[in-house]
């Protein structure tokens, strides 16, 4: 008799719990009337900032490419007069990519980053593929300060590829193989 | 033959009435449940298709009715076909004989707003009711997979368990108004409703209801998380709308059934007959969508043990006390 009573008494507070809910606001976040500020490190849409002087920073080195993991990326590397490299076009298939964001880890120049912009849907699979010039922005991205060719990586004044201070020589790729 | 030509056309234009009716408040009570359950969850609800998505049952039905219409292979199709149709029909079958208002006149000739008054108004709906599980034990049955098949066999045990209570239950209702007829069972609610003299007998009647009607927390024969969708889980298109059309119109039944036995049917001050009745079903809908929010599915053997160790004894107990009570 009395575990009946719990029991009704149980029941009675489940029943007083949800009632109660009745009257709450819901906490539902209605999404295209309302968009929550997502975090500047969440991931998102693929972008290619630039160095500080306003030069594109990546160096083409394909590292972010043989990362990914569904082989969405893919460019062709070019060098300018001055020893500088650069991706000569630069492709991220975004109908394939999944965000995880190991691209940006895997860029030795903070060049490829992940940026919360989210709503990129498109009805046309085709218009998924982004060349360089929709990847690049005019910004810094996540690092500010990081400028890769102020050190290293170009002919300057004070010498040629590979013979600034600290500053290893280029690596030989056909001697690099195992 | 121009009264009997009058009376087939008032039976026809009251057969259209409560069709529709039924169909529309169906689409309805669908919404209302989303809903309502909705805000007992903190949530929003349906609210994208018009405004408080009340465009959404028209929205569903559209889609259902536009699906493929698919059929397993190694299905018996013949049954598989007809399952959906049988508990449609049956959950509307049961709304024949259940009054919706007082008697109306018209040209001098009095109207019961009711399209059958049988004298055995009671045992008709249990044998509709019965006949329901077939619906849901065949369509597990014929659909060729597992779940269904657990799924029809767990609604076959649970409906025929919870119907022996079910009919116990309102043994009392019948003694107390002395006919199987809903209508007098109404009129002997005069006085009073019998929730008042007969609260066990309520408690029981909406307990084994639900069981019966395979709602949330009873909901065994669908437990999504365990079957699928249980004995659906193999339909599309339209024949999974009219096992969800009969759902909800037994829900409907169910509503009107409680109004009508125990909260005194159309009866009540100021307003007329059948909006008191209507009023009546959705507060018993409403308490329904309440339970389903706060309670959780009870595992098989709680339900067995609910049904044969604690239900029905205690309906005898209660016919037993109310019979003396009559006699003395």
């Given at each position: 008799m009395a575990s009946a009573l719990e029991a009704v008494k149980a029941l009675a507070s489940g029943f007083a719990t949800t009632f109660m809910h009745l009257f709450r606001k819901p906490i539902t976040e209605e999404y295209p009337e309302y968009k929550r500020v997502l975090p500047a490190r969440s991931r998102a849409r693929i972008i290619l900032t630039r160095d500080p002087d306003g030069e594109e920073r990546c160096v083409a080195c394909y590292l972010c490419s043989a990362v990914c993991p569904v082989s969405c990326i893919s460019m062709q590397s070019a060098e300018r007069e001055d020893g500088r490299r650069y991706a000569a076009w630069f492709r991220i298939n975004f109908a394939r990519c999944i965000y995880c964001g190991l691209c940006e880890e895997a860029c030795p120049t903070s060049a490829i980053q992940l940026s919360p912009f989210f709503e990129t849907c498109e009805r046309e699979i085709l218009k998924l593929v982004y060349e360089k010039e929709d990847l690049l922005v005019s910004h810094q991205g996540k690092d500010k300060e990081y400028n890769f060719y102020k050190v290293a990586g170009v002919v300057t004044a004070l010498g040629g590829k590979g013979e600034h201070f600290r500053e290893d020589p280029p690596v030989d790729i056909k001697t690099n193989l195992p | 033959m121009l009264t009997w030509s009058l009376g087939f056309l008032i039976l026809m234009v009251k057969l259209g009435a409560v069709l529709l009716f039924l169909l529309l408040a169906a689409a309805y009570l669908v919404w209302l449940e989303r809903k309502f359950l909705a805000r007992l969850q903190v949530r929003y609800g349906p609210n994208r298709a018009g405004k408080y998505g009340l465009l959404q049952p028209i929205a569903d039905m559209i889609k259902m009715l536009t699906k493929e219409d698919t059929i397993p292979e190694g299905a018996d199709r013949v049954i598989f076909l007809l399952a959906p149709a049988v508990v449609t029909v049956t959950a509307l079958l049961m709304f024949a004989v259940i009054p919706f208002g007082g008697d109306l006149s018209f040209l001098g000739k009095r109207i019961p707003m009711v399209i059958a008054d049988l004298n055995i108004g009671l045992l008709f709906v249990f044998a509709l009711s019965s006949l329901g599980v077939y619906g849901i034990a065949l369509g597990g049955w014929a659909s060729n997979s597992k779940y269904s098949l657990l799924g029809g066999i767990r609604g076959a045990a649970q409906m025929i368990s919870y119907e022996l209570s079910l009919g116990l239950s309102l043994v009392p209702v019948v003694m107390l108004a002395g006919s199987f007829s809903l209508v007098d069972i109404v009129r002997a609610q005069e006085a009073y409703p019998f929730i008042l003299v007969q609260p066990l007998a309520f408690v029981i009647f909406v307990i084994s209801a639900m069981a019966e009607s395979k709602r949330i927390p009873f909901d065994l024969p669908e437990a999504e998380n365990e079957l699928?969708?249980?004995?659906?889980?193999e339909y599309s298109g339209i024949r999974f709308g009219l096992f969800f059309l009969g759902e909800y119109v037994n829900m409907q039944v169910l509503g009107a059934l409680v109004a009508v036995l125990f909260l005194g049917g159309w009866s009540g001050p100021f307003l007329s007959g059948p909006a008191w009745f209507c009023i009546k079903i959705l507060v018993v809908a409403l308490v329904m969508i309440w339970i389903r929010g706060t309670l959780p599915r009870l595992r098989y053997d709680q339900l067995m043990a609910l049904g044969w160790k604690v239900l029905i004894p205690l309906a005898l107990v209660n016919i037993v006390v109310t019979g003396a009570v009559i006699l003395i």
């Amino acid at each position: 008799m009395a575990s009946a009573l719990e029991a009704v008494k149980a029941l009675a507070s489940g029943f007083a719990t949800t009632f109660m809910h009745l009257f709450r606001k819901p906490i539902t976040e209605e999404y295209p009337e309302y968009k929550r500020v997502l975090p500047a490190r969440s991931r998102a849409r693929i972008i290619l900032t630039r160095d500080p002087d306003g030069e594109e920073r990546c160096v083409a080195c394909y590292l972010c490419s043989a990362v990914c993991p569904v082989s969405c990326i893919s460019m062709q590397s070019a060098e300018r007069e001055d020893g500088r490299r650069y991706a000569a076009w630069f492709r991220i298939n975004f109908a394939r990519c999944i965000y995880c964001g190991l691209c940006e880890e895997a860029c030795p120049t903070s060049a490829i980053q992940l940026s919360p912009f989210f709503e990129t849907c498109e009805r046309e699979i085709l218009k998924l593929v982004y060349e360089k010039e929709d990847l690049l922005v005019s910004h810094q991205g996540k690092d500010k300060e990081y400028n890769f060719y102020k050190v290293a990586g170009v002919v300057t004044a004070l010498g040629g590829k590979g013979e600034h201070f600290r500053e290893d020589p280029p690596v030989d790729i056909k001697t690099n193989l195992p | 033959m121009l009264t009997w030509s009058l009376g087939f056309l008032i039976l026809m234009v009251k057969l259209g009435a409560v069709l529709l009716f039924l169909l529309l408040a169906a689409a309805y009570l669908v919404w209302l449940e989303r809903k309502f359950l909705a805000r007992l969850q903190v949530r929003y609800g349906p609210n994208r298709a018009g405004k408080y998505g009340l465009l959404q049952p028209i929205a569903d039905m559209i889609k259902m009715l536009t699906k493929e219409d698919t059929i397993p292979e190694g299905a018996d199709r013949v049954i598989f076909l007809l399952a959906p149709a049988v508990v449609t029909v049956t959950a509307l079958l049961m709304f024949a004989v259940i009054p919706f208002g007082g008697d109306l006149s018209f040209l001098g000739k009095r109207i019961p707003m009711v399209i059958a008054d049988l004298n055995i108004g009671l045992l008709f709906v249990f044998a509709l009711s019965s006949l329901g599980v077939y619906g849901i034990a065949l369509g597990g049955w014929a659909s060729n997979s597992k779940y269904s098949l657990l799924g029809g066999i767990r609604g076959a045990a649970q409906m025929i368990s919870y119907e022996l209570s079910l009919g116990l239950s309102l043994v009392p209702v019948v003694m107390l108004a002395g006919s199987f007829s809903l209508v007098d069972i109404v009129r002997a609610q005069e006085a009073y409703p019998f929730i008042l003299v007969q609260p066990l007998a309520f408690v029981i009647f909406v307990i084994s209801a639900m069981a019966e009607s395979k709602r949330i927390p009873f909901d065994l024969p669908e437990a999504e998380n365990e079957l699928g969708a249980g004995y659906h889980t193999e339909y599309s298109g339209i024949r999974f709308g009219l096992f969800f059309l009969g759902e909800y119109v037994n829900m409907q039944v169910l509503g009107a059934l409680v109004a009508v036995l125990f909260l005194g049917g159309w009866s009540g001050p100021f307003l007329s007959g059948p909006a008191w009745f209507c009023i009546k079903i959705l507060v018993v809908a409403l308490v329904m969508i309440w339970i389903r929010g706060t309670l959780p599915r009870l595992r098989y053997d709680q339900l067995m043990a609910l049904g044969w160790k604690v239900l029905i004894p205690l309906a005898l107990v209660n016919i037993v006390v109310t019979g003396a009570v009559i006699l003395i």
